[in-house]
T-cell receptor, first 113, second 111 residues
Framework: DVKVTQSSRYLVKRTGEKVFLECVQD?????MFWYRQDPGLGLRLIYF???????EKGDIPEGYSVSREKKERFSLILESASTNQTSMYLC????????????FGPGTRLTVL | EDQVTQSPEALRLQEGESSSLNCSYT??????LFWYRQDPGKGPEFLFT???AGEEKEKERLKATLTKKESFLHITAPKPEDSATYLC????????????FGQGTTLQVKP
């Protein structure tokens, strides 16, 4: 079974803090993704990576950056957290084949005060 | 523009009352359509992938079907434990694996 883990289930930070969200997958997948999920807006893609040190912007990258130094680990960074970044953050990984499935982690509920 | 619309937004059923959830999509070239189940406060759990019109997949009380414009998730004789939000997503060719999600249908099954 594919396992995707995220560093925290719940996180509370203050406005202006730098926040790191980590995601680790154990299936040697090339592709990894970061989404945020908000009521009424669904899942929106922030960034994705298709290889180590490679990254591409998703639909809402503003205010975020990412790091992929190792294949199994994909980090999302909020350089200066703001209240409008309060959300559920979901990481996913996907093997490199024809229309394959993204497997999601348990999510991190981030609250920015 | 690639788009996914799910209906209804919310559905309440009595235990044993069968129904269907709809996922309508427009995509430049469908690589795959995915169904996920999401419980409150948790990440989406993969259910099915459908690749071409006419394809069907089943798992316990769930059956997913696909046409050129929409997909249905049929729930037969649901139980309270089937209560969850069901998400539909599409992947287009040439999109490096990006998924476009619908808003989801929240299903509540009452005993």
């Amino acid at each position: 079974d594919v396992k995707v883990t995220q560093s925290s289930r719940y996180l509370v930070k203050r406005t202006g803090e730098k926040v790191f969200l980590e995601c680790v997958q154990d299936m040697d997948h090339e592709n990894m993704f970061w989404y945020r999920q908000d009521p009424g807006l669904g899942l929106r893609l922030i960034y994705f990576s298709y290889d180590v040190k490679m990254k591409e912007k998703g639909d809402i990258p503003e205010g975020y950056s990412v790091s992929r130094e190792k294949k199994e680990r994909f980090s999302l960074i909020l350089e200066s957290a703001s209240t409008n970044q309060t959300s559920m953050y979901l990481c996913a990984s996907m093997p490199p084949s024809v229309a394959d499935t993204q497997y999601f982690g348990p999510g991190t509920r981030l609250t920015v005060l | 523009e690639d788009q996914v619309t799910q209906s209804p937004e919310a559905l309440r059923l009595q235990e044993g009352e069968s129904s269907s959830l709809n996922c309508s999509y427009t995509v430049s070239g469908l690589r795959g359509l995915f169904w996920y189940r999401q419980d409150p406060g948790k990440g989406p759990e993969f259910l099915f992938t459908l690749y071409s019109a006419g394809e069907e997949k089943e798992k316990e009380r769930l059956k997913a079907t696909l046409t050129k414009k929409e997909s249905f998730l049929h729930i037969t004789a649901p139980k309270p434990e089937d209560s969850a939000t069901y998400l539909c997503a599409v992947q287009a060719f040439g999109n490096t694996g990006k998924l476009i999600f619908g808003q989801g249908t929240t299903l509540q099954v009452k005993p």
